[in-house]
């Protein structure tokens, strides 16, 4: 009679299949690397899948793929605002207001500037004007897929585990962004780094937070391809065997 073998117990945290949950934001864009458009915001929610594909010296390496069914971007707007008052003649005291706002563009700065306007000739009446500038933002809905993509994952025998992420893909907008005269279609790439903490090795679920540099852009397939770089800021929840 053949005794039985005992059953192995992964006492590792680490799983072959992952499904994460996440959302993530970004609160402005600045030129890091590779972008120029500045004051761009992002927010998405959506999920991820890893495969692990090896184990070495107490990490995994898995391939990783994203998707976010719900992503906002949000671009600047200027908002002007001139009001003419006339100070001669017989509609001294008559004051008009024209205002609008601008397509999305560079950066936006809050400004105002005022001056007067002599009568000319001298039987017409003078006028005193106020400019002012106020920004606005201009949110867009989108969605993203990232179908190549990685997570490098170490001290898979502890509960806190640092890892490394990156991610290719695209981003589909219903207008173009970040300005104007771009495109609705953007390549969007990202990498970045985050802490997992593991509630047990039994259930192995997990919550993360991670930082990732952000970058999208046209590849010049428009008339403007300013890109953007985001510093994005990611929680996340895990599971799976």
Known sequence: MVAQQPKLVDDTYSRKN???LFAEYSNDSSHIL????????LADFGGAYT?????FWGSDLGYHVEVRPVLFESDPLENFSETTV?????EAGLTNTVTFSGA???SCKPSSSSGSIPAQPPDQPSFTYTDTTTCGRQWTFGQAFSPIGFKYSTRTRHAVQPFLVGTLGYMYTSRPVPVSDAEAF???FNIGAG????KSVQT???VSLECRYNHFSNRNTAPDNPGTDNVMFKASYSFGR
């Open 18 to 20: 992952t499904y994460t």
């Open 34 to 41: 590779l972008g120029a458009a500045r004051q761009r915001k």
């Open 51 to 55: 495969r692990r594909v090896a184990r």
């Open 86 to 90: 006339i100070t001669s003649g017989t």
């Open 104 to 106: 999305p563009g560079g």
């Open 186 to 188: 953007n390549f969007i």
């Open 195 to 198: 802490i997992e903490v593991f």
């Open 204 to 206: 192995k679920r997990s």
